[in-house]
């Protein structure tokens, strides 16, 4: 099976157990005003405020100019390869309506623009919660603020989410994803303190963090999602404009997210079959399709190397074109 440092689901033993625990025990501690702290301080630059307390969403700009995704649209992710799309040519596989692309792959291109022309809304991906080292702006981590390796991926470590400088990176790489025109942003691995990070995460630190990249999205009027991270999902549904979601039928959770749907968000959903893309078959699309709690999900079944293959709920297989490496 193809690894890739985009599609990752690292260690989740008792999630269950750990997540109605951290529930409960965020209800009580936002209940009585509990402050977050600055027990990971370690950057170099000041400008950013460390959490000192739970957020709400009054702090967060109107979401009247957002834009907000529909409940079940089409969507296609590839994040493992570059689009290529013929600026001569009207259509694009496969016809959907949002794209989700890596955002430091198409950076000096033209990509974002094209899928605009076509129609299409675009979603720009980074990892908000890792550092990884083949990043162009990998050498402005502090190492004071690296924690353990992801479980499976070594080469990409855990981040002090609430360091100045970690903020202020992720506020330079919102801007980047402003100035390419996206229409929205996918920050991954927010869901730290579920890990062995190194560093003491806590879920009040993931809400807070998740807070401060919705606020500054939105004040670059791009929309923002929460990838994964189901157990915090309450606290942050109203933060953010969608949910990314990775294999909620494997690990028996899409009704955790299911809340999106009610509130009139979309759970971009993606399971990754066995035996993908060549040997899927029919009785496993099935089950992965049709699993109750997520019959409204925008379901796509993806290789783990979220490359340009994938497979509908409808039976429909695409191919993007992409750029040949």
């Known amino acids: 099976m193809d690894k890739s440092p985009y599609a990752r689901r690292d260690s989740r033993k008792q999630r269950y ?90 950076q000096n291109t033209s990509v974002v623009d094209d899928l605009h022309r076509l129609g299409k809304k675009v979603i720009c991906y980074f990892s908000a919660g890792s550092y990884e080292p083949y990043r162009p702006d990998s050498h402005l981590f502090n190492k004071s603020d690296l924690g353990h390796p992801l479980q499976d991926w070594p080469d990409e470590i855990w981040l002090n989410i609430s360091s100045p400088s970690v903020r202020d990176i992720m506020v330079a790489r919102i801007d980047i994803a402003h100035d390419m025109g996206c229409d929205a942003i996918d920050p991954d691995n927010l869901d730290g303190y579920q890990q062995d990070n ?22 670059k009027r791009m929309s923002a999602g929460l990838k994964n991270a189901g157990d915090i999902v309450t606290n942050v549904l109203s933060l953010v404009q969608f949910s990314v979601n990775e294999e909620c039928v494997k690990y028996t959770e899409c009704s ?70």
């Open 17 to 106: 157990i750990i997540g109605v625990c951290v529930v409960v025990g965020l209800a009580l501690a936002l209940g009585l005003g509990i402050g977050l702290g600055n027990k990971h301080s370690g950057g170099d630059s000041g400008s950013t405020a460390s959490p000192t307390s739970a957020p709400t969403a009054s702090s967060l700009p109107s979401p009247a100019s957002l834009w907000q995704p529909a409940v079940n649209v089409s969507w296609q992710i590839v994040l493992a390869q570059t689009l290529n799309i013929d600026s001569k040519d009207p259509t694009i596989k496969p016809d959907v309506d949002v794209f989700d692309i890596d955002m430091f792959t198409h």
């Open 198 to 219: 190194g560093l003491d995460l806590t879920s009040l630190e993931s809400i807070d963090y998740i807070t401060f990249l919705a606020e500054k999205a939105n004040a």
């Open 256 to 325: 955790v997210f299911s809340s999106f749907i009610k509130a009139g968000k979309p759970v971009f959903h993606i399971e990754y079959p066995e035996g993908a893309p060549s040997d899927v078959t029919t009785q496993a699309s099935r089950k992965l399709c049709s699993t109750p709690g997520a019959a409204k999900f925008s379901t796509v079944l993806k290789t783990k190397s979220l490359n340009n293959w994938v497979e509908y709920c409808n039976g429909e297989i695409a191919m993007t074109d992409v750029t040949a490496s």
